[in-house]
């Protein structure tokens, strides 16, 4: 087998946060909901069926929702940035992608979201 590249996917991690800058949003956490993609390459736990081959996204679940539950951002754009920064830390990350939804941001729409990437040159 050559290389494989495995894509972990962490789908709707619901979280609450302080996020915005009207003076309200500044007082009172807000849901958002966080989905991650990070990909890399999985030849060695493949092969060898070891914890250590393989990366860890718990590891990562648990910076993300500390950093997010203990956080205050004015934009989403900084929020994202930061939650991509973590997703993308370990030298192994080819390829991160980042979306956070801010549901009913707007007052006709189910949520506003925003979605950064990274790619490892």
């Known amino acids: 087998m050559t290389t494989s590249i495995a894509t972990i996917k962490i789908t709707n991690l619901r979280l609450r946060t302080f996020i915005g800058f009207n003076l309200?949003?500044?007082q009172k956490m807000q849901?958002?909901?966080i989905n991650i993609e990070i990909q890399y390459p999985a030849k060695n736990a493949i092969l060898e069926d070891d914890v250590e081959a393989a990366l860890n996204y718990k590891k990562i679940t648990k910076a993300v929702i500390h950093h997010v539950e203990h956080g205050r951002f004015?934009?989403?754009?900084?929020?994202?940035?930061?939650?991509l920064d973590i997703s993308s830390a370990h030298s192994w990350v080819q390829l991160a992608r980042v979306t956070v939804d801010k549901p009913h941001a707007l007052r006709f729409a189910d949520s506003v979201s925003l979605?950064?990437?990274?790619?490892?040159?």
């Open 24 to 26: 309200e949003e500044r």
């Open 31 to 33: 849901d958002v909901v």
């Open 74 to 83: 004015l934009l989403l754009e900084k929020l994202v940035s930061d939650i």
């Open 115 to 121: 979605t950064l990437e990274y790619h490892r040159e």
